[in-house]
T-cell receptor, first 109, second 113 residues
Framework: SQQGEEDPQALSIQEGENATMNCSYK?????LQWYRQNSGRGLVHLIL?????REKHSGRLRVTLDTSKKSSSLLITASRAADTASYFC?????????FGTGTSLTVIP | DTAVSQTPKYLVTQMGNDKSIKCEQN?????MYWYKQDSKKFLKIMFS???????INETVPNRFSPKSPDKAHLNLHINSLELGDSAVYFC????????????FGDGTRLSIL
């Protein structure tokens, strides 16, 4: 099965609320990346966190990484309608690169 | 100025035909990729090229053949198309090999009749 699995599969929130999505993976990694995909478009890179980092911020995004639990989370604070998209984690194991199953986020205005 | 551009955006064709998808990046990146995204949005890497040299060739039928005439271009040729090839194919690039942040094209939606 694939390296990364995301939870929840779908998330619907009101504008202004925070959204949290989780990614679990199976083997050790060099880094983990998060991407956003708007409907009908390509993926857009959001943030990269290395295996020796525990937390990273970029604007309204906060990513955490727990290598002991082989999991990562993406928090989007003060969500906006424009954040509606699918979000994917991707893991770099050194010789393989896997995308997760994705979380579909809907932000209701 | 599109960073990674793919053509065509849509491709509808019959089973058994041969088709090509073109990809170009103007970012000066050394590494380019092809991905396949199925109807459930599962995204899987197919090929990776670094400076025109094949780095990764995942378990992909040999009906799929990538060609990189120069490091700014990575085309995908598909022979004898099958129903299961229906998907969205994405081209991407990164500054160098090592799975650095990737820039994606907007995809080519391939539909096999």
């Amino acid at each position: 099965s694939q390296q990364g699995e995301e939870d929840p599969q779908a998330l619907s929130i009101q504008e202004g609320e925070n959204a949290t999505m989780n990614c679990s993976y199976k083997t050790s990694i060099n880094n983990l990346q998060w991407y956003r995909q708007n409907s009908g478009r390509g993926l857009v890179h959001l943030i990269l966190i290395r295996s020796n980092e525990r937390e990273k911020h970029s604007g309204r995004l906060r990513v955490t990484l727990d290598t002991s639990k082989k999991s990562s989370s993406l928090l989007i604070t003060a969500s906006r309608a424009a954040d509606t998209a699918s979000y994917f984690c991707a893991t770099d194991t050194g010789n393989q690169f896997y995308f997760g199953t994705g979380t579909s986020l809907t932000v209701i205005p | 100025d599109t960073a990674v551009s793919q053509t065509p955006k849509y491709l509808v064709t019959q089973m058994g035909n041969d088709k090509s998808i073109k990809c170009e990046q103007n970012l000066g990146h050394d590494t380019m990729y092809w991905y396949k995204q199925d109807s459930k949005k599962f995204l899987k890497i197919m090929f990776s090229y670094n400076n025109k040299e094949l780095i990764i060739n995942e378990t992909v039928p040999n009906r799929f053949s990538p060609k990189s005439p120069d490091k700014a271009h990575l085309n995908l040729h598909i022979n004898s198309l099958e129903l299961g090839d229906s998907a969205v194919y994405f081209c991407a690039s990164s500054q160098s090999h090592g799975y650095q942040p990737q820039h994606f094209g907007d995809g080519t939606r391939l539909s096999i009749l």
